[in-house]
T-cell receptor, first 111, second 115 residues
Framework: DTGVSQDPRHKITKRGQNVTFRCDPI?????LYWYRQTLGQGPEFLTY????????KSRLLSDRFSAERPKGSFSTLEIQRTEQGDSAMYLC?????????FGQGTRLTVV | GEDVEQSLFLSVREGDSSVINCTYT??????LYWYKQEPGAGLQLLTY?????DMKQDQRLTVLLNKKDKHLSLRIADTQTGDSAIYFC???????????????FGKGTKLSVKP
């Protein structure tokens, strides 16, 4: 296990469908973060887990978004009733202390 | 609210030094980071600096921090074409509980290196 793994890398979905992304953090990293990045912007924080506890959620995370980290290892991010504005790169990161390492991201396109 | 700002573009010739600048607003940020992003890829952590340091050097990379002015810079010596990418400055976001490790990013500086 050499890095943060995200699946799938690309997802195209029709508006109104639900999608789920998975993130596998670096082993023994207790902190896990989800960010969203749109074209020409830096990543924006969505939510954060310490072990299995979701400790913080951004106001960007509307009711249609939900994230889980059931056993303190991998995490899922679900978007219900997708909208075109949800099209973005969804990035996962993990850390143990100071350094946060990012995965390659899941690029979501809502058509 | 907290903010991080960077210039959007920088163009240099191969072999020259590149200097990417960043300003941030949250003076309580304990750590400040530089990430690199190549097209279609995730973010690669390049380096970071603790807020009580003025400078950190790591091979071709030099980070300078002016905490009074809340100004951070990344210098890349002997810039190569492989350094062409978008560079993001990020500040640690502090809240009532202290650091949670989540980061505020700038919009990124696109570095173009010409042969």
């Amino acid at each position: 296990d050499t890095g943060v793994s995200q699946d799938p890398r690309h997802k195209i979905t029709k508006r109104g469908q639900n999608v789920t992304f998975r993130c596998d953090p670096i082993s023994e990293h207790n902190r896990l973060y989800w960010y969203r990045q749109t074209l020409g912007q830096g990543p924006e924080f969505l939510t954060y887990f310490q072990n299995e506890a979701q400790l913080e959620k951004s106001r960007l995370l509307s009711d249609r978004f939900s994230a889980e980290r059931p056993k303190g290892s991998f995490s899922t991010l679900e978007i219900q009733r997708t909208e075109q504005g949800d099209s973005a790169m969804y990035l996962c990161a993990s850390s143990r202390n100071t350094e946060a390492f990012f995965g390659q991201g899941t690029r979501l396109t809502v058509v | 609210g907290e903010d991080v700002e960077q210039s959007l573009f920088l163009s240099v010739r191969e072999g020259d030094s590149s200097v990417i600048n960043c300003t941030y607003t949250d003076s309580s940020s304990t750590y400040l980071y530089w990430y690199k992003q190549e097209p279609g890829a995730g973010l690669q952590l390049l380096t970071y600096i603790f807020s009580n340091m003025d400078m950190k050097q790591d091979q071709r990379l030099t980070v300078l921090l002016n905490k009074k002015d809340k100004h951070l810079s990344l210098r890349i010596a002997d810039t190569q074409t492989g350094d062409s990418a978008i560079y993001f400055c990020a500040a640690e976001r502090m809240n009532y509980g202290g650091s949670q490790g989540n980061l505020i990013f700038g919009k990124g500086t696109k570095l173009s290196v010409k042969p």
